[in-house]
Structure formats: structure tokens, C-alpha cells
């Protein structure tokens, strides 16, 4: 008896293999689905954690730029932070000084690499606005007059488009 | 003859065996991590701003060849559409949907001036970016693709 109950679940058993089929089929479904989604066209803007962007009917593809979020009072260059608004500020007039300086050595950067490609004449600076969509147009206008001071006058808003 | 029975279940047991998909498994383990993190859910796209039309300050005397400096200015409770050789146009934002009225009197703006393709959008201090957003859309519906902002004050 207790020979067959060794036999039963002892080491001469072969192990069943581990049915894997359909666990595959969904990786292979799953994988096919988000190459889809990584083969896209122009460059990809991510919106920055914390920003809701609006909606919008605009089906434009973003180009490649520098990216500027604003939420709440927070103003960030390529995801760092770079000025605290406060709101009716208008003490130091229209320009954001932290933005500007950020925005002045980007620029800088920017322009020497293009340089180095011998492809100065062509450079063009250029921003996109992540604005959350309650901002009051009073800190969307002091970004876009900072930007604009710092030599970046081609600007597009970034928005959810049209699916 | 038994040499041949032995080659037979040699290739029987051969067969039989099950495929071996762990390496294609951790191939795919690996694979959609990395896609998933770097796939697009949300289509982002853009909307281009263009720079204010030159000689705003100047356009009081509307002579007929003008430039038409078509503006839609957002107010808490009212649009107006105003423009050089254009008739004020106020409309109430509390009445039933102001965006239609405000996309029918700019289409009838266009029809009128087909060569106008700039809109100003005029707004206050604080107005909301995503009323701003939503007045784009309708320029653009309506006909004016290239779109620029300016503040009330």
C-alpha cells in the first residue's frame, strides 16, 4: 500500500508540461498590437505627469521641439521645473525670469549642435505648450511672451486630437 | 527489419515531442515591457500659433483696402466678432449653444471675405485655456486655419 502510494506521487511520474498555448496567444496578439502602436509617424509628444491637456479637433502632427508644461502655477522645461507663478505677479512684468534663463541656455545648446551639423542656416527654434486646461490665458501669455523673448517664435499648444 | 523499427520510433518520439517556445517566451517578456512603456495611448497633436498681424494699432480709419484684422474676443459672458469693414457682432454666451452661433456668424464672415484666412483671438486674463482651445476649433471649422492670440488688456 504504501508502495503504491510512493509510486503514485513519487519520481517515475513524468511531469505534465505547462499548457503555455493560450498564454501565447495573447502575448503574440498583445505584442503585434503595441508594435502597431509604436510604429508611428513625426515625433511623439508625452504629456507631462500632472498636465491635463485640452481637447481639440486639430490633427496636426507635433514636430520635434522644445516642450514647456504649465499647471497650476508650475512652469517646466523638458520635465524639470523652472518657475513658480504666482498669481496677478506682475511685479517683474511680463517676463518669467527662471523660464527665460532655461530658455536662453536651451537655445544656446540647440543652436551650437545644429552647428556642429552644419545645419545652422536651417535650425529654427521651436516650442510646444503642454497648458493644462485650467490655466487663465494671463500665465499662457506671459509663457508665450518669455518664449518669445528668448528667440523661439515658431510655437504651437499641444491637445488631445481627434481619435 | 529491426533496425528499422527502431528509426521509426526514434522519429515517432521526435515528433511527438512538444515544441519548445521558452525562448520565444522570454523573447516576448523582454519585448513587451519595453513596448509598453514606450507606446502612444493618447494622440497628442499640436496647434500652430502665428505671430499678431502688423499695424494693429492703426486700424481705426477702415478704408476698402484694409486688411480685414478679423478678431474674436472671449469674454465671461459674451463672444464679439469684430473686424475692419465688419459689423460688431456680439454674442451672448448664456444663450442655448453660443458655439454654433458664434461658428454661423464666422462662417458668414468667410463667405463674405474668402480671402481672410488669419483670426485673432482675444482674450482676458482669466480666461480658460480650454474656452481658448475650444474658440481655435471653431476658427478653424469655420475656415480660419492660421490663428493668433492676444490679451484684452
Do not use: W
Amino acid at each position: 500500500m504504501a508502495r503504491r502510494r510512493r509510486k503514485k506521487s513519487g519520481h517515475g511520474r513524468q511531469p505534465s508540461p505547462l499548457p503555455l498555448t493560450s498564454m501565447m496567444d495573447i502575448l503574440t496578439v498583445l505584442l503585434l498590437f503595441l508594435l502597431k502602436s509604436f510604429v508611428v509617424e513625426g515625433e511623439v509628444i508625452t504629456p507631462v505627469p500632472g498636465v491635463d491637456l485640452p481637447e481639440s479637433s486639430s490633427e496636426t502632427k507635433p514636430r520635434a521641439s522644445v516642450v514647456v508644461a504649465i499647471f497650476d502655477q508650475t512652469v517646466m522645461l523638458d520635465g524639470r521645473m523652472v518657475a513658480q507663478v504666482e498669481p496677478n505677479d506682475h511685479v517683474s512684468g511680463m517676463l518669467i525670469e527662471g523660464l527665460a534663463e532655461k530658455l536662453d541656455q536651451t537655445r544656446a545648446k540647440e543652436l551650437e549642435i545644429a552647428r556642429l551639423r552644419g545645419e545652422e542656416a536651417e535650425y529654427v527654434p521651436r516650442i510646444a505648450i503642454q497648458g493644462d486646461l485650467e490655466i487663465p490665458f494671463e500665465l499662457l501669455e506671459r509663457v508665450m511672451y518669455t518664449c518669445n523673448q528668448s528667440g523661439f517664435r515658431d510655437i504651437s499648444l499641444a491637445v488631445i486630437g481627434a481619435s | 527489419m529491426n533496425s528499422r523499427r527502431t528509426m521509426g520510433r526514434s522519429f515517432r518520439s521526435l515528433v511527438e515531442n512538444d515544441l519548445d517556445i521558452m525562448p520565444l517566451m522570454n523573447l516576448f517578456v523582454a519585448l513587451i515591457p519595453m513596448l509598453l512603456i514606450s507606446a502612444v495611448f493618447l494622440n497628442v497633436t499640436v496647434i500652430d500659433m502665428d505671430s499678431p498681424p502688423e499695424g494693429l494699432s492703426d486700424n481705426q480709419d477702415a478704408g476698402a483696402d484694409k486688411p480685414l484684422h478679423l478678431a474674436v474676443t472671449i469674454r465671461d459672458d459674451f463672444f464679439v466678432i469684430e473686424g475692419n469693414r465688419l459689423k460688431k457682432l456680439v454674442i451672448d454666451r448664456h444663450e442655448e449653444d453660443p458655439e454654433t452661433a458664434l461658428a454661423a456668424a464666422l462662417g458668414s464672415v468667410v463667405a463674405s471675405h474668402p480671402d481672410n484666412r488669419d483670426v485673432m483671438i482675444i482674450s482676458e486674463s482669466q480666461t480658460r485655456y480650454t474656452d481658448i482651445i475650444a474658440v481655435m476649433d471653431i476658427t478653424r471649422a469655420a475656415g480660419l486655419p492660421s490663428v493668433s492670440l492676444l490679451g484684452a488688456n
